[in-house]
């Protein structure tokens, strides 16, 4: 069974940070990725990774604030959010796959708030 849990989530003021963690089993622990949506929009492309390669590609807004890596022995997918912003403010979901996947195959995700 494919399983995705999501945690770390939580309620930050603007710059603050936040580790947004996946753990995964039932599936081969392969390119991942973290993808969100804000309140009243679609789903939104944030980062992936090549656990095997280290390649990193990340979505404009986040570039140089947040870093996804793996722990591929334990097969948890991270994101360490930095000088978060109101607009960062969407749940997050952990994604098996691209960022060109469907999205379908991801985990009910972890609401993050940022607010002052």
């Known amino acids: 069974e494919v399983q995705l849990v999501e945690s770390g989530g939580g309620l930050v003021q603007p710059g603050g940070s936040l580790r947004l963690s996946c753990a995964t089993s039932?599936?081969?622990?392969?390119?991942m990725s973290w993808v969100r949506q804000a309140p009243g929009k679609g789903l939104e492309w944030v980062s992936t990774?090549?656990?095997?390669?280290?390649?990193?590609l990340y979505a404009d807004p986040v570039q140089g604030r947040f870093t996804i890596s793996t722990d591929n022995v334990k097969k948890i997918l991270y994101l360490q959010m930095n000088s978060l912003k109101l607009e960062d403010t969407a749940v997050y979901f952990c994604?098996?796959?691209?960022?060109?996947?469907?999205?379908?195959?991801r985990g009910q995700g972890t609401q993050v708030t940022v607010s002052s």
């Open positions: 990774i090549n656990p095997f390669t280290g390649q990193r």
């Open positions: 994604v098996n796959g691209g960022r060109y996947s469907n999205y379908s195959d």
């Open positions: 039932g599936f081969r622990f392969s390119v």
